[in-house]
């Protein structure tokens, strides 16, 4: 085994410990998080109702006499090619290369797949890209359903373990060029993200279908910084908010603790930027109510509505990916599995500025088409508090106008 291939073994298998010694048993919604870093810091966080099932000689992981070694029918031409992955050939190529030791090290014991790593890794894409189901899958690829199956989940692993850090909540000093682009964008400074939620759906049985609660906090670029999901679709955005990692890492100030900066003699913290599904906190600014037209208040939440842009494209271009676009028969913890990935994906995509799976849908548009539950005017917090928060929103307000 060359050194490449024994370092992501052991990255691999250390990950895997991490993961199981910070699952918490205790949670209060009988669930399981994954907190990929320290409390101090709010990553891709997935809740799922049901602990990891151990291997079993029952399971329908795949059996070495239907398994062959084969070419990997992976499309030629370029559109088929961003139809098939949502990326360019390019970046297939460098993901592949990236995933080879830790897509071919996990296989079943005494069972090797003797796939080539393309063809896993076309296997996994393809299943997110397009939601085919696995009979489509297995039938495009030649391969069994029961390979197909083991590829696909064995992809999503290996991004939500290995690769979570590529959703990762900037670092104080990194949070810099966050602000600055906002305040590029509209004039308004010390903002930090934008805080969105959106649901996802998951069939039951044939006829019955069920939400998935995913909350994210992307920059203007739509880069993803934050997200967790797992949530009951039927819970508000403040329910959802309250019960994250997220909020807990802010409100014990182990996030956005960087020192405030002055307007007009008030003090002005880090904070995000939301909806009227969320609470009105110091942190978090949501729009005025029915504001005069051509006054402060219409000129902040003119500014506001430019930055909420970013994560309605984020979530727009989440659901091109074929197996978050349309209800399908997974069990919950499969579709938290599919969110994490392809949100790790989209995250890949930007930075390798492959816009392939980006939404080009204009700004009106995407604000038309949002489907996001509003409980508008929905808080949980003291006078104090409240008080504090409609003297940051009147300064920034007032910045709003001069900008």
């Known amino acids: 085994m060359d050194n490449r291939a024994l370092a992501a073994l052991l990255s691999s298998l250390l990950s895997e410990f991490l993961l199981l010694f910070l699952i918490s048993p205790d949670s209060p919604f009988n669930s399981l998080f994954f907190p990929f870093l320290s409390t101090s810091q709010t990553t891709l966080s997935l809740l799922s109702n049901t602990r990891k099932r151990s291997r079993s000689p029952e399971s329908d992981e795949p059996t070495p006499n239907k398994l062959g070694r084969h070419d990997s029918p992976i499309p030629r031409n370029p559109d088929s090619f961003k139809l098939c992955f949502k990326m360019t050939s390019s970046t297939f190529e460098w993901l592949s290369a990236l995933l080879e030791p830790l897509l071919e090290c996990r296989d079943p014991v005494n069972s090797p797949l003797n796939l080539p790593v393309e063809t896993r890794l076309g296997i996994g894409l393809f299943r997110l890209a397009t939601g085919s189901d696995y009979l489509d899958v297995s039938r495009r690829f030649q391969v069994s359903e029961p390979v197909a199956r083991f590829c696909v989940k064995q992809f999503c692993r290996v991004l939500c373990t290995n690769f979570r850090f590529w959703v990762g909540f900037p670092t104080p000093n990194e949070l810099g060029p966050v602000t600055e682009s906002f305040e590029t964008l509209t004039g308004l400074p010390n903002c930090c993200g934008v805080i969105h939620c959106t649901r996802f759906k998951i069939l039951k049985n044939e006829s019955m279908e069920e939400q998935i609660a995913a909350q994210?906090?992307?920059?203007?670029?739509?880069?993803?910084?934050?997200?967790?999901?797992?949530?009951?679709?039927?819970?508000?955005?403040?329910?959802?908010?309250?019960?994250?990692?997220?909020?807990?890492?802010?409100?014990?100030?182990?996030?956005?603790?960087?020192?405030?900066?002055?307007?007009?003699?008030?003090?002005?913290?880090?904070?995000?930027?939301?909806?009227?599904?969320?609470?009105?906190?110091?942190?978090?600014?949501?729009?005025?109510?029915?504001?005069?037209?051509?006054?402060?208040?219409?000129?902040?939440?003119?500014?506001?509505?430019?930055?909420?842009?970013?994560?309605?494209?984020?979530?727009?271009?989440?659901?091109?990916?074929?197996?978050?676009?349309?209800?399908?028969?997974?069990?919950?913890?499969?579709?938290?599995?599919?969110?994490?990935?392809?949100?790790?994906?989209?995250?890949?995509?930007?930075?390798?500025?492959?816009?392939?799976?980006?939404?080009?849908?204009?700004?009106?548009?995407?604000?038309?088409?949002?489907?996001?539950?509003?409980?508008?005017?929905?808080?949980?917090?003291?006078?104090?508090?409240?008080?504090?928060?409609?003297?940051?929103?009147?300064?920034?307000?007032?910045?709003?106008?001069?900008?």
């Open 216 to 403: 994210f906090v992307v920059d203007s670029s739509s880069k993803i910084l934050s997200i967790v999901a797992g949530f009951n679709g039927k819970k508000g955005n403040h329910l959802v908010l309250k019960s994250s990692t997220l909020y807990k890492d802010i409100q014990s100030n182990n996030l956005l603790n960087s020192p405030p900066i002055d307007i007009d003699g008030v003090s002005i913290p880090q904070y995000l930027i939301g909806d009227k599904g969320y609470p009105f906190l110091p942190w978090l600014m949501v729009p005025f109510d029915q504001p005069v037209v051509n006054s402060h208040e219409d000129d902040f939440n003119s500014a506001h509505d430019l930055m909420m842009v970013s994560g309605f494209r984020t979530v727009d271009s989440l659901k091109k990916w074929g197996v978050l676009s349309k209800p399908i028969r997974v069990e919950m913890k499969t579709m938290v599995g599919y969110i994490g990935a392809c949100s790790i994906l989209h995250n890949a995509l930007l930075m390798r500025e492959d816009y392939s799976s980006l939404s080009g849908r204009s700004d009106e548009c995407l604000r038309d088409t949002d489907n996001t539950q509003d409980h508008g005017g929905i808080g949980f917090e003291d006078d104090l508090v409240e008080e504090k928060s409609f003297e940051i929103r009147s300064a920034l307000a007032t910045r709003a106008r001069r900008c």
